[in-house]
């Protein structure tokens, strides 16, 4: 499944870089980009597990970049 | 200006005018001088040691703002209490400089795209009501007022009227509209209102398909951008490891640590990549406005690297290079006047249903009175024969015209021709072809111009129809009489024969050819306003039917390709610069601050000029 997120106050292009990298290493990612220009996340995950990695991502993304904000609709 | 940008600027007001102040009063003792520095340093700084302190605890030990810190309480720990004051005040403003370019630019970038609808207005029970247009069925009708946005993809039912596509496809000459026409959604409605059935649902919409396709465009990341992003990972690494030992390995043999540590102190503020990972994918993006707004939707950087390479274009022949509508083109009777073959011709073709008929009738273009018409017969693959006003008319190729034994002749125009002879009698044959594009000789010339060494015209059309189109528009080589599997075979062999350094771009209507555009290095669909098979394998897609635009595509690639280039090298030459000027003690820690934020705001600022597209 591939989704696409947006992301609140991503104010540091680096530290975009930085989050792509970290959550292509959560387990049951495929792929997962994030454009610093567009402000947008987009995770491609196993199905039955999406939730859990995208709440894993958000923790990763707190992580990095404490202001910054994955919006889940 | 956000209000975040807002309190950071009153900070550095404050923050610039306190350092001022102090400095004029110079404290006399160094405990003094150390206290009320502190003052402005704080104010200045403490979001980034809060947020230096909290990353440090997740681990994050490369981080901007905890290099800054280290930078700037070393600075201070060696008694530069002003310098570090000043550094801390410079950094934060170039920052914000950053961050309102990066706003700046965010929004005339999206301002470029700014075609999405934000409501559609739908009539209930004699009510005039918006409703988002999500919520809208296809079958629905929808009303659009002057100067509104189409928001939906559907067919005009009442009214008529001009409409701006300018936004779609960089067409500034308004079209107009008339009950029954097709409309698009993200157009403008611009003198008179209109009534639309909905075709499509919003998720369909042509508008929908161009916003998903340029949002998307952002995910495929082109080499430049994968390689900026990978020597990030290891250039903050490297200058603090370098800092560290500039800090310790000298002093050894030297001495002066102080002094040393100063230097190694620079070092630190230099290390954030940022001015690189910003400016490349910024540049391309820009690029992909730009080329948007020329109605060339391009769906991603890596897309844009490859047509700066293209060294071959190859071109599918009908609906491309030419209109892909069969017109009469040629009128030669023979005893008998040119309104008058073309009335017996389409008189004589009215029943049938080809294609060519239909041409016919159109170039006759008048009301056919089916009572002049008597028998009436198809002969397949012939023609046809009718009676007409009581005259025997036989009207149809070479074959026909033998077998009814009536002498015919050749015409020198390229094109299908259909013979008519009356009563036994020939009266002159027609000639119908499909007519080339006003543009498509220029645009081989644009093309040509612009550096590409071989044009090729593949076709399913016959030799001599597609060799005369061939050179006539002055393509280098013309393949015809090819079934759709036989151009992907075609497309390869031209693959292997042109050098690896060069990109092959195939250009074609997409109808049909989805596996050539989809094996070509770059897959240009043209005209494909709402075909989804052309969107779909096509990575650019070009909203007109205009040829010309491939060479402005390629224009606007290289363009932005020497724009990345030049942050690249801009970027890291000034770094360098600075890195090794440090090194030696020849660069104060303002300098470095100026080779991380002030870069960045630069290559901002030229990236930004990928926007930008001349004609």
Known sequence: ?73 | MKRKQKKILARIIISAVLLIVVKIFEPETWWLAALLYAVPYLIIGYDVLRKAAINIRNGQVFDENFLMVIATIGAYATGEFTEAAAVMLFYQTGELFQSVAVGKSRKSISALMDIRPDYANIEREGVLEQVDPEEVAVGDEIVIKVGEKIPLDGIVIEGESFVDTSALTGESLPRSVHPDEDVISGCINQTGLIKVRVTKPFGESTVSKILDLVENSASKKARAESFITRFARYYTPAVVFAALALAVIPPIFAGGWLNWLHRALIFLVISCPCALVISVPLSFFAGIGGAGKQGILVKGGCYLEVLSRSGTVVFDKTGTLTKGVFNVTVIHPERIGEARLIELAAYAESYSTHPIAKSIIDAYNADIDRRRIGACEELSGRGVRAVIDGLDVCAGNDKLMDEIGVKWHPCHHVGTTVHVAVDGVYAGHLVISDEVKETSAEAIKALKANGVGKTVMLTGDSKEVGEDVAKRLGIDEAYTQLLPADKVERVEALISQKSEKQALVFVGDGINDAPVLSRADIGIAMGAMGSDAAIEAADIVLMDDDPLKIAKAIRISRRTIRIVYENIIFALGVKLLVLILGALGLASMWAAVFADVGVSVIAILNAMRALRVKD
């Open chain 1, 1 to 73: 499944m591939k989704k696409t997120f947006k992301l609140d106050e991503l104010d540091c292009a680096n530290c975009g870089a930085k989050m792509e990298n970290a959550i292509k290493k959560i387990d049951g990612v495929n792929d997962c980009t994030v454009s610093f220009v567009t402000q947008k996340l987009t995770l491609d995950a196993d199905d039955e597990r999406f939730d859990a990695v995208l709440k894993e991502a958000v923790k990763v993304c707190r992580k990095i970049e404490p202001d910054c904000e994955i919006v889940i609709k």
